[in-house]
C-alpha cells in the first residue's frame, strides 16, 4: 500500500522561505520518479518540480532559481526548498510519485498523490 505524506505547508510573507517534505512509503521494489505539483483555485494542476529515480530534475520556468527539489533516500523523504515566495505561489501543494513518469509534464504522468499542504504567501 502506497502512501505519500506532505508537511511543511504554512503562510509565509513574499520574500519568505518555506521547505516542504513529502514522506513515502510502500514503495518494495523499484524506485518511482517523484515530484511536486501544484494547484490554486480555479486553476488547473501545474507542475512545480520533479525528480527522477536516478536524480535528474526538473523545474517548471515560474520556479526555476527559487526552488530546489532534493531526496533523503535513507528516509524515503523528498523536500521542496522554496525560497524568494510570491503571492502567485499561494496553493494546495501536492507530492506525486509514479514510474517511467519523469519528467512529468501533466498530473496524469504521475500514478500516486498524497494529499496535498497548503503554501499561502501574502
Known amino acids: 500500500h502506497v502512501q505519500l505524506v506532505e508537511s511543511g505547508g504554512g503562510s509565509v510573507q513574499a520574500g519568505g522561505s518555506l521547505r516542504l517534505s513529502c514522506t513515502a512509503s510502500g514503495f518494495t521494489m523499484d524506485k518511482p520518479d517523484m515530484g511536486w505539483y501544484r494547484q490554486a483555485p480555479g486553476n488547473e494542476c501545474e507542475l512545480v518540480s520533479t525528480?527522477?529515480?536516478?536524480?535528474?530534475?526538473f523545474y517548471s520556468q515560474s520556479v526555476m532559481g527559487r526552488f530546489t527539489i532534493s531526496q533523503d533516500t535513507a528516509k524515503n523523504t523528498m523536500y521542496l526548498q522554496m525560497n524568494s515566495l510570491k503571492p502567485e505561489d499561494t496553493a494546495m501543494y501536492y507530492c506525486?510519485?509514479?514510474?517511467?513518469?519523469?519528467?512529468?509534464?501533466?498530473?496524469?504522468?504521475?500514478?500516486?498523490w498524497g494529499q496535498g499542504t497548503q503554501v499561502t504567501v501574502s
Open positions: 525528480i527522477s529515480s536516478d536524480r535528474s530534475t
Open positions: 506525486a510519485a509514479g514510474f517511467e513518469a519523469w519528467p512529468g509534464g501533466n498530473c496524469p504522468d504521475y500514478t500516486y
